[in-house]
Nanobody
């Protein structure tokens, strides 16, 4: 079992919405979930949104005003609400956490925006 488990991806039409979840599994002891990255075919993995500390958030310019990152009170699940989706949002979305100084990644969830 992987420490971070993503869900909520799928196929959606342009202008639609999806909500991604990243949950800490039983193997996630000591991991702080940081946020979301994405990787489209032929592209490098890029930051989408992160949430740290008391709730400070950072977004990629390309998703500002459309995506919202949040987390539950236990800090065990991080969400990414994606609205007004565009075809260029199509990618595999990865949840990223940190254990000490080491990055920990989920297995990824595919998001496809197409008519």
């Amino acid at each position: 079992q992987v420490p971070l488990v993503e869900s909520g991806g799928g196929l959606v039409q342009p202008g639609g919405s999806l909500r991604l979840s990243c949950a800490a599994s039983s193997r996630a002891f000591g991991i702080t979930i940081m946020g979301w990255y994405r990787q489209a075919p032929g592209n490098q993995r890029e930051l989408v949104a992160v949430i740290v500390g008391g709730g400070t958030t950072t977004y990629a310019d390309s998703v500002k005003g459309r995506f919202t990152i949040s987390r539950d009170k236990a800090y065990s699940t991080v969400y990414l609400q994606m609205n007004s989706l565009k075809p260029e949002d199509t990618a595999v979305y990865y949840c990223k956490g940190r254990r000490g100084t080491a990055d920990v990644w989920g297995q990824g969830t595919q998001v496809t925006v197409s008519s």
